[in-house]
Structure formats: structure tokens, C-alpha cells
């Protein structure tokens, strides 16, 4: 919690707040609920489309107080950062041995060789959505102060997002179906508009 804090307060962003977690906890339940009220009404003629901001100090709050149990082992210290223009960058400490473990090097000169202990995480890139489905674009990402090669995000990414529906876990370029009826994000600076 301590590095997320000292992140927010060096880019300028107030310090989190249990307030604003639970701001964000509130706004889900309303867009859940939406969702819901859309799933009933379905086929009964046009509906309104709802519109919920969601501030970064929110999300970022959320991540402070409330994500540990949602994160998966080997995660900490996450933050996000809503720069506007759909663009987005995220933070987190990422387990590198624990990656490096499941899908080991294959070689002395591949890359995951260089992937060891705790590390910091950090990818930017740009936000498309429309039509319920969305896509993220990555414009780079860094391990340490070191660039990261997209394939080896992958493999990380691939690592966290394993289940038993998808065993390969997820790539970065696969388009995903936004949840709770939502149509589209618009991402401008400092927030997210969720339209559904």
C-alpha cells in the first residue's frame, strides 16, 4: 500500500481515499444493477443508454483498500493511471520468478533469463471500445527500467489470467466482451466513462 501511495503522490495525484473506494464500489453495484434492468427489458423497445463516470482516484483508491483478494498471488502495489485520448498505463510488482518457473527459458539467450525476483510492471497503451466489445492496444511497457518485450508481456500476462475456461490465459491483442451490458468506455484524462 505504501508504494502505491508514494506512486500517486509523485504523479500528482491526491492521496487515495476509503471514501473513494467505496465511491467505486457503489457505482459497480449501480452498473450491475443496470445490467440487470437491461436484461429484463430486453425486446421491450428502445432504452436510454446510462452513463457512469469512474475517476482514477477512484480505481486507484479501490486498488489500495480493496483489490487483494481479487489480485492474483504475486501482485501487489497496483495503480492506474487514466491519461486520456483512450491512452492508459498501469503499474504493479509482479512476481518474475514465479513466471519464469511456469514457462521456462528455452535457451541461455532467451530473455527470460534476465526475469528474476520482484519487480515493477508497467505498460501504457490505448483503450478501444464500441459495440459491448474492447481492445487494448499496447504502446510499451517496462520491467524495471528496462523495456519489456511485448512477447514477454505476454507470457506474463498469459501467466495471471490462467483458469480452467482458459487454460492459456489471455493475450494482450485478443479483443474481450465488455461486462454488465456495457456498449463502451470512453477514457478521458483522470476518468472513464462507462456507457451502457
Not at 6 to 26: I, K, M, N
Not at 30 to 42: D, F, K, P, V
Not at 162 to 190: C, H, K, N, W, Y
Request: net charge positive; charged share 20%; aromatic share 4%.
Amino acid at each position: 500500500m505504501l508504494a502505491a501511495t508514494t506512486l500517486l503522490a509523485a504523479t500528482g495525484s491526491p492521496e487515495p481515499t476509503r471514501r473513494d473506494a467505496q465511491a467505486l464500489q457503489q457505482k459497480v453495484a449501480t452498473i450491475n444493477e443496470l445490467a440487470l434492468q437491461s436484461a429484463r427489458a430486453s425486446g421491450k423497445g428502445p432504452r436510454t443508454l446510462r452513463r457512469t463516470i469512474i475517476t482514477e482516484n477512484e480505481v486507484n483508491a479501490y486498488l489500495v483498500f480493496d483489490s487483494a483478494r481479487d489480485l492474483p498471488a504475486g501482485v501487489v502495489n497496483p495503480s492506474i493511471a487514466i491519461l486520456g485520448d483512450g491512452r492508459l498505463s498501469g503499474r504493479a510488482v509482479v512476481d518474475l520468478d514465479a513466471v519464469r518457473k511456469a514457462s521456462p527459458p528455452k535457451s541461455l539467450l532467451d530473455p527470460k533469463n534476465l526475469l528474476m525476483g520482484r519487480l515493477p510492471l508497467t505498460a501504457t497503451g490505448v483503450l478501444t471500445t464500441s459495440d459491448g466489445t474492447g481492445r487494448f492496444s499496447l504502446e510499451s511497457a517496462n520491467v524495471g527500467t528496462l523495456p519489456l518485450p511485448k512477447l514477454l508481456l505476454d507470457e506474463i500476462l498469459s501467466y495471471y489470467t490462467r483458469s480452467t475456461s482458459r487454460p492459456g490465459g489471455v493475450s494482450i491483442d485478443d479483443p474481450f466482451a465488455l461486462p454488465a451490458s456495457i456498449r463502451e468506455i470512453q477514457v478521458a484524462r483522470g476518468q472513464a466513462v462507462i456507457i451502457q
